[in-house]
């Protein structure tokens, strides 16, 4: 494997110094004890980073958990839940454990931005519903505006936004300003993109107190290890690995999609660390299989009336790698 461009994973991996760091904090807790009851100190951690306070707060083991639990938990029976499309795939596998319907917009060519008048209506038309959105969109790559959640918070008495990628989005699309506006926002975020910590399982929830001590009920205690708190309690101390990555991510990002454009594919407009992409005249599972032989992986998620390949921005030479077998393939 030569260049791993399918998970939307980070492209750097933790420094040695701050793995030392994170392993001697591990090091020095008694291994025998249960984590912290409640996480006070991480859930602090997160809070002194997002500006919230420490009961707004509810970590998970992954923010894939916590989106399940709120799934679970703010659900009435009969609740649908609406998703635009294409969507993250678990987010149809949780309404599924649920037992939930769900209903579908769809994101359309070339830049893929949510048609919100026929959100809303169709939000209104299935009520009780919960939207379930994810900004920036996996696996298209935009993102929803401050206004637009504003007047879906006036048809829907719960939001769930999935901002995994925000840290790769400008400072418009971080939805945690309306949270003091919209006491049924649910944002959900997570170490695993941003913080290069997905092998660490760690995310968390944000909504006023009311939804958070609900959903609180619908974790289990201890579902966040101490591996996972340490990681967190080291990485919150010192962001700058962190930022730089996450800065790197963002450039390379572009020179990316323009290069990808140069090769006359139509790239969506991205906010997150993966472009969403299709090559005219192609086959989107032949570039697949292409780029597999030469150990990159990409992901082809096409469907029927819509050929399109989602690649991870990877480190230059990985996404250099990639471009030159497209070219090769074309
Ligand atoms: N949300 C989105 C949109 C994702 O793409 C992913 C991971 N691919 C997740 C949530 C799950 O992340 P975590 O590792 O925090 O469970």
Sequence with gaps: LKAKLDFNESPVDVPDDLKDRILARLKDRRWGYYPAFGAGELRQALANRTGRSAEEIVPGNGSGELIGAAINILARPGTTLILPTPAFSLYFQLAAIAGLKTATVPLSAPDFEIDEEAFLSLCKEKAPAIPLLCSPNNPTGGTVTRTFVKKLA???????????????????DDLLPLLD?????????????????????????????????????????????????????????????SEESVNAVRQERERFASALRARGALVAPSQGNFLFFSLPGTYPDDLRRHCQKSGVRVRNLATADLPYLRVTVGRREDNDLFLTLMEEFR
């Design 181 to 241: 506006e919209i006491p049924g926002l649910v944002v959900f975020r997570t170490f695993s993109k941003a913080f290069s910590a997905a092998g660490f399982r760690i995310g968390y929830a944000l909504a006023r107190q009311p939804l958070m001590d609900e959903l609180r009920k619908a974790v289990l205690p201890f579902n966040v290890d101490i591996a996972a708190e340490s990681f967190a309690a080291e990485l919150l101390a010192d962001p700058t690995f």
């Design 154 to 172: 006036e048809a829907c008495p719960v939001i769930l936004v999935d901002q995994a990628y925000v840290e790769f989005s400008r400072p418009e």
